[in-house]
């Protein structure tokens, strides 16, 4: 088969993404045009600036790529991108800058679930990936654990009921004045704390799922600095960093291990912005070692949002005959694996 040269675009939160990927794996150019100075006033992302920031962005974006590529329209097989979960203002630019790219040129549109292209991003820096594999995908807005059975198809076997990995992770760290985003900044502060110096709780269900839940962490965080306060005791950021940090990362990597036991399956893949974090990815090669399991996560550029993730799952998604027509439309809601 002739190669496939796929544009894609991606928007969903706060970053204008464009790349070109060849064959799902092999990354030609990778632009991200990204927000965060303009939403850390903020101490988040607001949805109304982001669409027009992207607005602003993307055509610029989108021509970087191609010239970086270096390659034209006329060499493109197909424009893949992201139509959710996400910000819907947000994924409308991209979309409509994409139908519109797509028609012009007469080639296959094809939609990308978000989170799928996080777990994609997997193929692209191990190129002898194959499913199946346990993935753990971890982000801003999402935390699942999820069996790829093939590429494309998956089995969700674990999620959050309430906050995602991240979204904990940036609540904290602007709870302890490190502000927006959090991810980053806890992992490093906390190399210069104790993990084991103050005990918060993990989740844990009477029914025996795989679930997460994040919420009553981050309370847990809120109230011991309520209390520390109200006494007029000194706070050790770093120590809250660490402890907090390994609260989390335990119940990622303990549930992890769990799937890839029931599911005998000696692979894990790391997914989504929070899989560059240094405790999540040394915990899990450390547990990993203990049971013969080898842990596999794309370097940090690929981790957070980008288009070249988007581009990979395109990819296969194309290989499947799955394309898009110009009806197709912003799910800011979107499940993984629903179409
Ligand atoms: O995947 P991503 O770029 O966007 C979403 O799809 O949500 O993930 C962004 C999230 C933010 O919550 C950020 O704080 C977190 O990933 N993050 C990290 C690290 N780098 C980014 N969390 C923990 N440790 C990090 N090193
Ligand atoms: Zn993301």
């Known amino acids: 088969m002739n190669d496939v040269k796929i544009l894609a675009i991606e928007t969903s939160c706060d970053e204008t993404a464009a790349a070109v990927v060849v064959n799902g794996r092999e990354v030609l150019s990778n632009i991200i045009s990204s927000q965060i100075d303009i939403h850390t006033k903020f101490g988040g992302v607001v949805p109304e600036v982001a669409s027009r920031k992207h607005i602003e962005a993307i055509s610029l974006v989108v021509q970087e790529a191609l010239d970086k590529a270096g390659c034209t329209l006329e060499e493109i097989d197909a424009v893949g991108v992201t139509y959710g979960p996400g910000l819907v203002g947000a994924l409308l630019v991209g979309m409509q800058y994409a139908k519109s790219l797509a028609y012009a040129i007469g080639k296959p549109l094809i939609g990308v679930n978000h989170i799928e292209g996080h777990i994609s991003a997997n193929f692209i ?179 957070t949002d980008n288009a070249a993730m988007i581009g990979s799952a395109a990819y296969f998604e194309y290989l499947k005959g799955r394309k898009a027509d110009l009806s197709l439309n912003a799910i800011p809601n979107l499940k993984l694996g629903e179409r």
């Open 125 to 303: 820096e191990h190129k002898e990936l194959e499913p199946p594999f346990v993935c753990l995908v971890v982000s801003g807005g999402h935390s699942f654990i999820v069996y790829m059975k093939d590429f494309g198809e998956f089995e969700i076997i674990g999620q959050t009921r309430d906050d995602a990995a991240g979204e904990a992770y940036d609540k904290v760290a602007r709870a302890i004045g490190l502000g927006y985003p959090g991810g980053p900044k806890i992992d490093k502060l906390s190399k210069e704390g104790n993990a084991n110096a103050i005990k918060f709780p993990r989740a844990n269900f009477h029914d025996e799922s795989l679930d997460f839940s994040f919420s009553g962490l981050k309370s847990a965080v809120l109230n011991y600095l309520n209390k520390m306060e109200m006494t007029g005791q000194e706070i050790n950021r770093a120590d809250v960093a660490a402890s907090f940090q390994k609260a989390l990362v335990d119940v990622l990597v303990d549930n992890a291990m769990k799937t890839c036991e029931m599911k005998k399956v000696d692979k894990i893949a790391i997914a989504g912005g929070v899989a560059s974090n240094s405790t999540l990815r040394e915990t899990m090669i450390s547990e990993g070692n203990k049971k013969g399991i080898k842990v596999l996560f794309p370097s940090p550029i690929l981790c």
